[in-house]
């Protein structure tokens, strides 16, 4: 079964870090450009991150440019995203979505329709 499968979603406190995981089940990772998106309760769905087929390229939203960082294990199929200083307002559940280009670059857009989406992690920021 082709799929994507989230981990490390959870409860932290404000300052707190979360690693969450994207691991791709059924195709080959590296063909696909990721992106990490996520929603709270009554918010339209964020572009929160995404990285390039090679990991070489990686846009951030500015809500968490300094503190989230992006990365992806090829030869592992999986996709990271590392979230420091975390703030409630990070509260969400996160998906991770991928799209198969031979792009070498990522964009964080509504526009992009992609091929394969996790079926989200919750993330609880809170003191």
């Known amino acids: 079964q082709l799929q994507l499968v989230e981990s490390g979603g959870g409860l932290v406190q404000p300052g707190g870090s979360l690693r969450l995981s994207c691991a791709a089940s059924?195709?080959?990772?590296?063909?696909?450009?990721i992106a990490w998106f996520r929603q709270a309760p009554g918010k339209e769905r964020e572009g929160v991150s995404c990285?390039?087929?090679?990991?070489?390229?990686?846009n951030y939203a500015d809500s968490v440019k300094g503190r989230f960082t992006i990365s992806r294990d090829n030869a592992k199929n999986t996709v990271f995203l590392q979230m420091n200083s975390l703030k409630p307002e990070d509260t969400a559940v996160y998906y991770c979505?991928?799209?198969?280009?031979?792009?070498?670059?990522?964009?964080?857009?509504?526009?992009?329709?992609?091929?394969?989406w996790g079926q989200g992690t919750q993330v609880t920021v809170s003191s």
């Open positions: 059924g195709f080959t990772l590296a063909d696909y450009r």
């Open positions: 990285i390039s087929r090679s990991g070489r390229v990686t």
């Open positions: 979505a991928a799209d198969w280009t031979v792009s070498t670059m990522c964009v964080l857009s509504r526009r992009i329709e992609y091929d394969y």
